[in-house]
Every structure is written in structure tokens, then in C-alpha cells.
């Protein structure tokens, strides 16, 4: 695959190529369910389930939806570049762009910064992420081959995008720069707003923009945040939990959460966010992210359009996120709806079985047609 660094990847009822195919710590199969199946003949790998995660999160967010998605499907997830599992390009001070290591594992080499952290050059951009996605499309399409017989037919790859936050910008940022047309037929966005930042073109304010990052100033905070020495970073993740988890962020009487569950939550996500090899790495990555306007590309999409918003999100209003869908139909799309959950803004977490049972419907939806 051709890559700058190499995806950590999940891959449910694809047992085969999981067990078979090297990357930086797996991949791994997280199911022993079964794909699909071509002719009642063998497992079908022309339709896939691509989960992409949030900012500073991993594949580990879908947890607790890997089994039920991929009882009859196939399922694949991946830590995006500097999160997770997967790596970094390292920048050695005074190295040329040649002599610089890739690192694949997330651990510190021997040079230090002076904050205590490893040095990494370059990646940090929306786009690339994109780009990611689009080379690790190409790497699926072509290694799904090897593991069907050669007498079955070999169906074009048909995906359904499901990106949640810094996800849905990845994917809005691929139809951009390589359209839908190739991979994709049909898109899930998880709670993110199409332009974070408020913006003096198109009424875009308070409204409709991120709720805690939205300006210079604001992400100038969120950038010395994030680009704490690690031993100090934890109050920072810390945050975005509270940010991100309804019940959190608000509270109500109705909420069955005990402090055990709680507890458990907390350390599930901090210990995901402490796995990112660089936090200066993603200061420069929410730069980018937040000032990036994706609201021109949602009237691109060709295909369906299903968007999630959580009531309780510490991050996007209702509001914010159905433009999306007013985008696509501006474009001509009327395959576009909404969906809105009673939980926060990691909603696949909170509301599990409804957010599976509505993917799986969605994605039949799609494939029947």
C-alpha cells in the first residue's frame, strides 16, 4: 500500500486477509461472523461498512458495534494517521526529507523534543487524511481478489462511508478531491457540521458553528491544549470526553449511568486519546480542521445521505449538521435525511443498537437499489 505511514486496521468477516496481511500491530479481526455471500458460493467482499473514527480517536470507538455490523457484513475500521495504532513520518532535526523514519508502532524514538515528545513532519491536513482513505480503497479493492475463488464472479467494490466528526470532513474532503463515483454508495455523517469556524458568508454563526471551537482565539486554546507534554495532556482528554458523551456534557434525571459505568467510560476514551504518538501532531491537524468549509462539497454528493446529530452534543447544534442535508439537495440530491439521537456527540457509543440497526437499514436501503 502506498502510504506515508501505515494503517492500524480492523477488518470484521475478513478473517482471511487478517490473518494474512502484516501493517504496523495487525490488522485484526475483530468477528468470526460471516461476510455476505456471491451465488451462495463464498463470502461476498464487494460490499463494505468503512467506519471512520473522530479527532485523537481509533478504530477501538466501534466497539460496540463491530459484532452487529458484521454478522452479515463486511466491516472494516482504521486508525487514521496519528492516531491510534498507526504512525507517523519522524522528523530528525537537520535531517533532510530523505534521512526521515517512518514510525509505525506510536512509540518514541531516542531524539526528544524538548516538551519530551517525539519530532513528526508533515500529514497533519485534512486532504491527506483523504488521501489515506482513497489509497487504502484502492488497497481493499485490489487484495479482497486474492481471497475468492477465480470462478466466482468478482462484482465491482461498493462501499457505505459511516465517518463520525474529523470522519464525515475526511469524507466530504474525498468527494472533493476524487468525487463519489468510484467507491461509494452511500454516506453516513456522525454528528459534525460541515464548517466548524463561523464564517461572515452564508449567515453561518453561534448557530451553526462548533460550539467550543469556532475562531482564531478558540482554536488557538484548543491547540496549547492538545500540544501539552504528554504527562500533562490528561485534563485535555479529559475534556473532549465531557464534550463528547450526552450524559456528560448534559446531564439529565433520566440517565441510568452509575459511577462504575461512568468511570469505565472515562478511562475507555482518555486511554485512546493517550495513544495518538503526537499531540502537537493534532494541534496542527484542528487547525486545519476547523477552518476547513466543506459546505460547497455536501452539494456534490451524488449518493444517499443519512446524517446523525446527537441532542446532547458538547459540539454541534441540530442545527449546524442539517445543512449538510440542505446542501446535498441544493445539489440536486433527495436521497438526503437526518437522524437525531437523545445522546451526545459519540452517539454510535451511547445509543449502540439504534445507531447499528439504523446503519444496517440505511445500507440495505443503498444495496437494493
Known amino acids: 500500500m502506498t502510504l506515508l505511514c501505515f494503517p492500524y486496521l480492523v477488518l470484521c ?31 461476498n ?14 478504530s477501538d470507538y466501534f466497539d460496540r458495534n463491530f459484532d452487529e455490523l458484521a454478522k452479515n457484513h463486511w466491516v472494516v475500521a482504521w486508525d487514521m494517521r496519528g492516531h491510534g495504532r498507526s504512525g507517523l513520518v519522524k522528523a530528525r532535526k537537520g535531517a533532510s526529507e530523505e534521512e526521515s523514519e517512518q514510525d509505525n508502532d506510536g512509540k518514541e524514538n531516542d531524539e526528544k523534543k524538548e516538551n519530551g515528545e517525539t519530532s513528526y513532519k508533515g500529514g497533519y491536513h485534512v486532504a491527506r487524511l483523504a488521501t489515506d482513505l482513497h489509497n487504502l480503497l484502492t ?12 470462478s466466482l464472479p468478482q462484482p465491482p467494490l461498493e462501499v457505505i462511508g459511516v465517518g463520525c466528526s474529523i470522519g464525515a470532513a475526511i469524507l466530504w474532503t474525498y468527494i472533493e478531491l476524487f468525487t463519489d463515483s468510484d467507491f461509494f454508495s ?17 449567515s453561518w454563526d453561534s448557530t451553526k458553528a462548533h460550539k467550543g471551537c469556532y475562531d482564531e482565539a478558540t482554536m488557538l486554546g484548543a491547540q496549547q491544549a492538545w500540544n501539552l507534554p504528554p504527562e500533562d495532556r490528561h485534563a485535555t482528554h479529559l475534556g473532549l470526553v465531557d464534550e463528547c458523551l ?69 459540539c454541534f447544534s441540530l442545527e449546524g449538521m442539517e445543512e449538510v442535508v440542505k446542501r446535498a439537495k441544493k445539489g440536486g440530491n433527495e436521497k438526503a435525511e437526518t437522524s437525531w439521537y437523545e445522546s ?15 446503519v444496517l437499514d440505511f445500507a440495505k436501503r443503498c444495496w437494493s437499489e
Open 344 to 358: 451526545g456527540h459519540w452517539l454510535f457509543w451511547e445509543e449502540a443498537e439504534r445507531f447499528n440497526g439504523e
Open 45 to 58: 467482499y464487494s460490499r463494505l461498512l468503512l467506519l471512520l473514527h473522530g479527532f485523537s480517536g481509533s
Open 186 to 202: 452511500g454516506f453516513i455523517f456522525v454528528d459534525q457540521a460541515p464548517l466548524q469556524d463561523r464564517s461572515l458568508f452564508d
Open 246 to 314: 450526552g450524559y456528560r456534557h448534559k446531564p439529565l434525571p433520566t440517565d441510568k449511568i452509575d459511577e462504575k459505568e461512568r468511570k469505565k467510560d472515562e478511562e475507555f476514551f482518555t486511554g485512546i486519546s493517550a495513544q495518538c504518538p503526537s499531540g502537537e501532531w493534532l494541534a496542527k491537524l484542528i487547525a486545519d480542521h476547523t477552518r476547513y468549509d466543506h459546505r460547497e462539497a455536501c452539494e456534490g454528493i451524488s449518493k444517499p445521505v443519512l446524517v446523525m446529530g446527537g441532542k446532547r452534543s458538547g
Open 139 to 150: 488497497f481493499l479493492k485490489t487484495s479482497r481478489l486474492g481471497f475468492s475463488p477465480q
Open 13 to 43: 468477516g475478513w478473517t482471511e486477509l487478517a490473518n494474512s496481511t502484516s501493517t504496523s500491530g495487525g490488522p485484526r479481526a475483530r468477528s468470526d461472523s460471516k461476510a455476505s455471500v456471491i451465488a451462495e458460493e463464498g463470502p
